[in-house]
């Protein structure tokens, strides 16, 4: 395991050496001096005041910061009030007050001076979680940042960076972890045992210091896997009994657990289907297992038919997330939150906004992104997701009532973590600006992605201009970059199968996975229109209407949404075509751009960010040249048509 970690956005530089004042810290009984808020701005100070004498509850002191817990506030609420002189921090808890900390430290870096403030901020998103898919080995599912910190050869670890990483995620408003994999069951099955039991309390301890709950990702099958018994049936009461007991015994050894994660009948995992049941069975059983020790479950949205017949033109992997949990509005429990993917596919550069988030009235759900770029460059290509999830966050359902976006709808919101053991957590430094602007995104929303990229490129980077204009521009243009040199207008999955890099338009086409694009000589995309496969009828109106039709469709998701010649006349005034063949080009010309802009920086960041970004914009120029090549020659020699500007198509 890698011991050596970057800071990231927390590297507190000095802002007055000079100063050699007497700096005082007042806060009443009520506030833990040894917590996390208080230690926060001692070190905070102690850096950025390296010659200030720094004591507490002081009479007299040239500066002054008053730390204290309010009940006027909500628990993760806080104001803050400051001058040049110091500064006033509530919390509606100590959670509350550390947010309040993390604010007022973020701001006065930001302006590199002790600042006047005055603010009082609320999250907008109750629970804002991170997903780990790490695994016990070490080893970690769609991992591009090496391996995982929290397992090492089947132990879980806690040592000085998971501490280092429990203050990351709470500064920039994440409040709750899952730390192992959904998709591997062996795993889950070995979390629940005994011989976890002590390290998983010594988890929690670190991460509840941090305002952090613990999650952790269960088998749903365990009944059977743990407790040798020979059903998991949700309705079967010893099975509930044997939950009830387990849970009893997690939670008298790690008090602070958060709850369980369950992947369920989808992929191969277990669920209540093998019992005739439904989801609500299933996860109803296992929050009511939760609720005395105010416990929830997250059932993940994430089920569909992964052996599909490609030949079979109805069934369509999009619709069937809605079908399956649709009709289960209102019978989950209170403490249940359903997890659904953004988009009904699978974490594409461009999918349409999932339609449950505009049929479940009566259901708490948690929006899912994931910030491991799976299918957006694996971290080796600057892909900066902010743009698109604040979009999606602030997408509007039509579901009748007066707020109804899909922030309005959600209680949740996750994010498959990007993180592993690199030296910099991301693997690359400009991708941990996807996992610092979810986490303010979901805190604050009504920030634009320019103001939270600003803010994170001042926090990491410092104050040179020309640094931060060619971040911003590199940043704000990557995700519409991306999405150019590899699948535009809607496709996806033209990607080569199993690892999910590089193109391979036909890897797909024939696969059990439900992932066709059906291109042939004459026209590409899917019918999904009420006389296609139906998923377009599955949003309310208006926007049913205008996904079923290619002239009302927007031009970025025509090809998911409709069958369209290739001589069809876009929205832009192209054809499907011509846009397919000047996207790649552009998109191509933008990845040469960007490394010539990063190049430019050479002396200005830190060496080793900068030759590790040299390395990755070089492998991005290499992968956005194969892309334009491979897709534009792929569809010319399916559609014979030539590109009206003469270039070379291969």
């Known amino acids: 395991m890698n011991t050596i970690f970057s800071k990231l956005w927390l590297d507190y530089r ?10 005082a810290i007042r806060c009443p009984s009520r506030v833990d001096r040894l917590g996390a808020a208080v230690s926060e701005l001692i070190t905070a100070l102690s850096a950025m005041l390296p010659a200030a004498e720094l004591t507490f509850g002081a009479d007299s002191a040239a500066m002054i910061f008053e730390l204290d817990i309010a009940d006027f506030l909500s628990e993760e609420e806080y104001t803050v009030s400051s001058d040049e002189r110091g500064a006033a921090i509530l919390g509606g808890t100590e959670k509350g007050l ?21 603010r009082r901020v609320r999250p907008a998103v109750g629970l804002r979680m991170l997903d780990h898919w790490d695994n016990a080995d070490g080893s970690i599912e769609r991992g591009y940042s090496g391996r995982s910190f ?9 040592n000085e960076r998971t501490e280092h990483y429990a203050r990351l995620l709470s500064s920039c408003g994440i409040n709750a972890a899952v730390i192992n994999n959904v998709n591997v069951r062996g795993d889950a099955v070995r979390l629940i045992s005994e011989e976890y039991y002590s390290e998983l309390a010594r988890l929690s301890a670190v991460f509840a210091r941090w305002g952090i709950s613990l999650y952790i990702s269960i088998d749903f099958s365990a009944p059977i896997s743990v407790g040798g018994m020979k059903t998991a049936d949700p309705l079967d009461t010893s099975v509930s009994y044997w939950w009830q007991d387990k849970v009893r015994e997690l939670y008298r050894a790690v008090p602070s657990l958060g709850g369980f994660l369950v992947k369920a009948d989808s992929e191969g995992q277990p669920g209540p289907y093998a019992y005739g049941r439904d989801h609500a069975d ?23 038919n992964c052996s599909q017949d490609w030949r079979d033109s109805r069934t369509d992997r999009a619709c069937a997330g809605y079908r399956t949990f649709a009709p289960l509005d209102g019978h989950f429990d209170g403490n249940v939150i359903l997890q659904v993917k953004n988009g009904p596919m699978d974490f594409q550069v461009r999918e349409p906004v999932h339609p449950l988030f505009g049929a479940m009235k009566h259901t708490s759900l948690a929006a899912e992104f994931q910030l491991a770029q799976e299918y957006t460059g694996q971290q080796l290509h600057v892909c900066c997701l902010i743009p698109m999830i604040r979009d999606i966050l602030g997408f509007r359902t039509y579901n009748g009532s007066s707020a109804d976006t899909v922030l309005d709808v ?17 693997g690359s430094e400009l991708a941990a600006a996807n996992l610092y602007g979810f986490g303010r995104l979901c805190f604050e929303p009504q920030l634009s992605a320019e103001d939270i990229l600003d803010e994170w490129i001042s926090l990491t980077f ?15 243009g990557s995700h519409k970059t991306y999405e150019d040199y590899t699948a535009p207008l809607g496709l996806g999955w033209l990607c080569k199968p199993g690892h999910h890099y590089g193109p391979d338009p036909w ?10 694009n059906h291109a042939d000589r004459d026209a590409v995309g899917i019918d999904r229109s009420s006389n296609g496969t139906g998923y377009a009828e599955l949003y309310n109106y208006p926007l049913c209407r205008d996904y079923s039709s290619p002239e009302t469709c927007p031009d970025e998701l025509l090809l998911f949404f409709c069958r369209t010649r290739y001589d069809h006349v876009l929205h832009s005034g192209k054809t499907v075509i011509q846009h397919i063949y000047d996207s790649h080009f552009d998109g191509c010309e933008q990845a040469e751009e960007y490394a010539r802009l990063w190049d430019s920086l050479e002396g200005r960041i830190d060496n080793r960010i900068f030759e590790n970004g040299r390395r990755r914009f070089a492998e991005q120029l290499r992968s956005a040249r194969e892309w334009r090549d491979v897709i534009n020659a792929f569809f010319h020699r399916l559609s014979g048509i030539e590109d009206e500007k003469g270039r070379r198509l291969y």
């Open 150 to 158: 929290f397992f090492e050869y089947g132990r879980l670890i806690v």
């Open 410 to 426: 959600i209680s949740a919101a996750a994010a498959v973590a990007n993180t592993g053991d690199d030296t910099c957590w991301t």
């Open 282 to 304: 299933g996860a109803n059983m296992l929050a009511r297992a939760l609720k005395p020790y105010n416990g929830k479950v997250i059932w993940r949205a994430f089920v569909y």
């Open 462 to 476: 410092g104050s040179d201009e020309q640094v931060r204009e060619t971040l911003l521009y590199i940043l704000l």
């Open 14 to 23: 000095p802002l007055d050496p000079s100063f050699t004042g007497r700096v």
């Open 507 to 516: 890897g797909y086409e024939f696969d059990r996975w439900g992932t066709y």
């Open 98 to 118: 550390l947010y309040g900390v993390f604010a007022y430290l973020r701001e006065i870096r930001s302006a590199g001076s002790f600042v006047r403030m005055s």
